[in-house]
């Protein structure tokens, strides 16, 4: 029998990519919902696994498509709704080393920015993120500031106000511009 502590482990070695939404027609097909700007690499994906009893799962896809901003996904052996709907509302992984080698030079695991201690241009501390969010248009750079007087600051990742993340060394440095961080 596993541990808690067994699972955690098993679990660092997974990044989710989506989440299993519902079904889309009769045939066993997964509705799942994805971080906009991945399309290439959720369609390009040949296996996933879903988390089950604490364990990982693993899922050959089919088939793959983008309908309507979700991906529609056919997995192997899941042949009908009522096959499928055990997973529904479960997220759907990769394996960690399998999403580092996919990444760009300027692309960044979101786990891996959580804890970052964050700088101005002028190497003043600002406080840490502690979140990513994310809009329509980009992930957000949630940062819980050292100054108690602010809750959080919300810092748009994007090159122009983000010129420097450096994971080795565990720091970010914004480009502060009037009213970002007040």
Do not use: W
């Amino acid at each position: 029998m596993k541990n808690f502590f067994d699972t955690i482990y098993i679990m660092e070695k997974f990044v989710s990519i989506g989440k299993i939404l519902n079904f889309h027609g009769i045939k066993g097909e997964a509705k799942v919902g994805f971080q906009r700007g991945s399309e290439d690499q959720i369609l390009g994906l040949k296996r996933v696994f879903v988390r089950v009893f604490d364990e990982p799962k693993k899922f050959k896809v089919k088939s793959s498509r983008i309908h309507k901003n979700f991906a529609i996904m056919k997995f192997e052996g899941i042949n009908s709704i009522d096959e499928l709907l055990e997973y529904k509302g479960e997220k759907i992984y990769i394996q960690k080393e399998e999403a580092l080698e996919a990444l760009n030079d300027d692309e960044f695991m979101t786990s891996d920015l959580i804890g970052l201690n964050v700088f101005d241009n002028n190497e003043d501390y600002i406080g840490k993120v502690v979140d990513i969010g994310t809009n329509n248009a980009n992930d957000i750079l949630c940062i819980k500031p050292e100054n108690p007087d602010y809750e959080q600051f919300l810092i748009p990742f994007v090159q122009e106000l983000v010129p420097l993340v450096d994971i080795e060394r565990k720091m970010i440095i914004i480009k502060p511009i009037e009213g970002l961080l007040e």
